[in-house]
């Protein structure tokens, strides 16, 4: 005989979900992305990561809505870019301004390693929650190079290199034995500017002074205990004790009327999605004005964007990135574009391309806003020159306006090995990118003119882009790298903050209202996908494609050692922040 009740028990559920008070979760431990990847083997490996506009958009919308009580979430695991956590500081802090809870749960913070990051970003809640076993890797920033040049010198390998100017150093770690003078001087810069912003948001959101939290950076880092004690973390506690305890806070006495019970808890990606269904209206969400989100992550090169499934990461391709912008231009319904920068640089010309489609759009009347992730130097810096406004995390990476070329001499290296070489050159510079020899003195001539080149058209650009003279902007650039702080208050930067505040000055300058959307662009229907694309200025040559690279997580190794160059416009160095 059937069981009514129990066939009824699931709707019942169904129908306590929608009704009883939210407490929205956040689990960063698999890191966060930027975009969710266009082709379908990429979406499945992204599966367990989140993207970090649902998040963002996800919490702001939280705090505006009564249902929602409280916000927690797991920090630690993967790391995420400085950029992204501040981002996500703002957006925690939305939360708190609405009046409502906030924890930060973590089994530790660094796991006896480095943790100043992760706890900066926990700091942004109201409370900080730690494993009773875990620990609080507070140690400050630090930021290290390897050299390897006395290494390469008993291989036989000589790095033959020109750079505009001294603080541009991509090749140091090749040609230098330890840091120079200036190399020093910028790296140093940089450290004291993000060490600032964390001590100033330590100091803030756990109510010491900025003197103390320097002191407990230095005596970092701390067992559970030892964090409780210095008032780092507020208590002691596993998962099932600080969950039960928060939901405990909105769990009625007594049964509601309309049959609802305790909180439910649902992660805030999951919430942000199932909104945006239910406030979607698809007859009229097709003519809507909107502002577009136009992506260029990863280094910049010719021809299409694409990504590696062995973990080489993205490549922002200028073709790709060019339609969509051609693309924009020609939708109607497309006010406005934010244009999200995470790219170290690369190509010159590539870069050179992207700036000049940024540049039309923005002339063609359709405003154009940068918001630069956790890095925008070199070529990442380049494409943004065309744009209306600029907008950066105080701590995003950004400047490094230079260029620097050359090659590995392995000549020596192949003697070694009893290998010889020889060639027959039907022109007097036939062969001067090759690696069996150096550069001749004519063949020099002809790299300065490149470089000086290269740089007069970046410096000169950054002069009209930003209002100064080209002298001004030889000051700020020499390759130089500058946090986003730093960036705007040289004048390189126009606004700090992040998506969000670059989507707001969109529709502003657009004469939009803040409630109007901001969507990724293209958004392409899969069967659009499955056909060629009619021409370059078909929306479907906007979209990214899958590249089995023979490096894949080798490719940084690779490009260091001069295999595949990444172009002249590259951002010194590797940047993890931790």
């Known amino acids: 005989m059937v069981d009514v009740v129990k066939l009824l028990e699931p709707v019942s559920k169904i129908r306590q979900r929608r009704t009883a008070p939210l407490v929205l979760e956040v689990d960063l431990t698999e890191g966060i992305i930027d975009e969710i990847p266009g082709d379908p083997l990429g979406q499945i490996m992204a599966m367990r990561r989140q993207r970090l506009s649902d998040v963002v958009e996800g919490v702001r919308r939280g705090a505006r809505d009564p249902r929602v009580k409280a916000l927690i979430a797991k920090i630690g695991g993967r790391p995420i870019g400085f950029g992204k956590v501040q981002e996500l500081r703002d957006a925690v802090a939305v939360f708190r301004a609405a009046g409502k809870p906030t924890v930060a749960w973590s089994e530790s913070f660094g796991e006896f390693g480095p943790g100043s990051t992760p706890y900066y970003l926990a700091t942004a809640f109201e409370e900080v929650a730690l494993l009773p076993s875990g620990s609080v890797g507070l140690t400050g920033v630090s930021v290290s190079n390897k050299f390897f040049r006395d290494a390469i010198d008993k291989l036989g390998v000589e790095y033959e290199v020109g750079a505009r100017h001294e603080y541009k150093t991509a090749v140091n770690m090749f040609t230098e034995q330890g840091f120079t003078e200036s190399h020093r001087e910028a790296t140093g810069r940089i450290v004291e500017s993000l060490t600032e912003q964390i001590v100033d948001g330590i100091s803030e959101g756990r109510g010491l002074s900025r003197e103390e939290v ?6 970092g880092p701390f067992l559970a205990r030892e964090a409780l004690e210095a008032r780092l973390v507020d208590r002691l506690g596993y998962r099932d004790e600080i969950y039960a305890e928060l939901l405990g806070r909105f769990r009625p006495s007594a049964p509601a009327a309309n049959g609802s019970g305790g909180p439910h808890l649902q992660f805030v990606s999951r919430y942000q999605r199932l909104q945006s269904l239910a406030n979607r209206v698809p007859a009229v969400q097709r003519g809507t004005d909107s ?3 136009i992506s260029g992550l990863g280094q910049v090169v010719s021809g299409r964007s694409r990504r590696s499934p062995l973990g080489g990461g993205a490549a922002m391709g200028s073709d790709t990135v060019a339609a969509a912008f051609r693309a924009a231009r020609r939708d109607p319904h497309v006010r406005a574009v934010v244009f999200r920068v995470d790219s170290p640089g690369g190509s010159y010309t590539a870069s050179d391309v992207i700036w000049r489609e940024v540049k039309l759009t923005s002339e063609s009347g359709t405003p154009v806003v940068v918001s630069m992730g956790d890095v925008a130097g070199s070529g990442g810096y380049f ?8 907008v ?3 701590g995003t990476i950004t400047g490094s306006i230079g260029v620097f070329t050359g090659k590995a001499v392995l000549s020596g290296l192949m003697a070694k090995l009893g290998i010889s070489s020889d060639s027959i050159d039907g022109g007097e ?3 001067m990118f090759s690696s069996d020899r150096g550069f001749s003195d004519s063949e020099w001539e002809r790299v300065n003119a490149v470089l000086d080149h290269i740089y007069d058209d970046f410096t000169a650009k950054v002069a009209e882009s930003r209002g100064m003279t080209r ?3 030889h000051e700020l650039a020499r390759g130089r ?16 903050g992040g998506v969000e505040a670059a989507a707001d000055i969109a529709r502003g300058r657009a004469g939009l209202p803040p409630s109007a959307p901001l969507r990724p662009f293209p958004r392409l229907h899969p069967l659009e996908r499955l056909v060629p694309a009619e021409s370059s200025e078909d929306r479907a040559a ?20 001069g295999l595949p160059a990444a172009g002249p416009l590259i951002l010194p160095g590797t940047w993890e922040i931790r």
């Open 383 to 390: 494409v943004a020159l065309g744009a209306d406004t600029i």
């Open 429 to 431: 510079h036939a062969g």
């Open 291 to 293: 502002v577009a989100l």
């Open 542 to 561: 906007a979209a990214a494609r899958l590249r089995l690279s023979s490096w894949g997580p080798l490719a940084e190794l690779s490009a260091g050692l």
């Open 392 to 394: 950066a995390q105080p």
């Open 214 to 219: 320097r002191g407990l950076i230095d005596r």
């Open 481 to 496: 790298v500058w946090t986003g702080r730093d960036a705007h208050a040289n004048g390189l930067v126009d606004e700090l």
């Open 471 to 473: 002298e001004q902007v």
